[in-house]
């Protein structure tokens, strides 16, 4: 769990009302969390999965590939034909799964927090 206010007492306070239920350990200033990268600076917080993405990109020899903004037309309609199975079904599941998990995580940040325009999310200080 990370905790983050304006106010060290209130952090404090925080603290102690948990470690009265369970046992913490304070790790200091986080950096990585899941597959969240986090950045503390003076004006607040910064919190990137671009680490996590440029992973995907590696682990499904994705590096050559040209950008789009959807793989496919969207107007192309997609069909079930016995004869064409899939190279490797396991590589494709993992990597819709884990775009799937990429796509959820986003989305659970955007539900609690404000972002900047390149959908990275920024924690001003008085947020924080």
């Given at each position: 769990?990370?905790?983050?206010r304006?106010n ?7 603290q102690?009302e948990?470690?009265l239920?369970?046992?913490i350990k304070k790790l ?9 990268e986090?950045?503390n ?15 995907l990109?590696?682990?499904f ?9 959807t793989?496919l037309?969207?107007?192309m ?7 064409s ?10 990597l ?9 995580t986003t989305?659970r940040?955007l ?8 959908m ?8 924080a």
């Open positions: 769990m990370i905790i983050t304006n060290d007492d209130e952090v404090a306070r925080l102690e948990f470690a239920r369970f046992d200091g200033e986080s950096h990585h969390f899941l597959v969240l986090i950045t600076t003076s004006k607040g917080v910064f919190v990137v999965q671009e680490g996590y993405a440029k992973k990109v590696d682990k020899g994705m590096k050559q590939s040209k950008m789009f903004s793989p037309k969207t107007s309609r997609l069909r079930c034909e016995e004869d199975l899939l190279v490797d079904p396991k590589s494709y599941r993992a819709v799964g884990s775009l799937l998990y990429l796509t959820i989305k940040i539900k609690y927090s404000n972002l900047t325009s390149d990275d999310l920024f924690l001003k200080e008085k947020m």
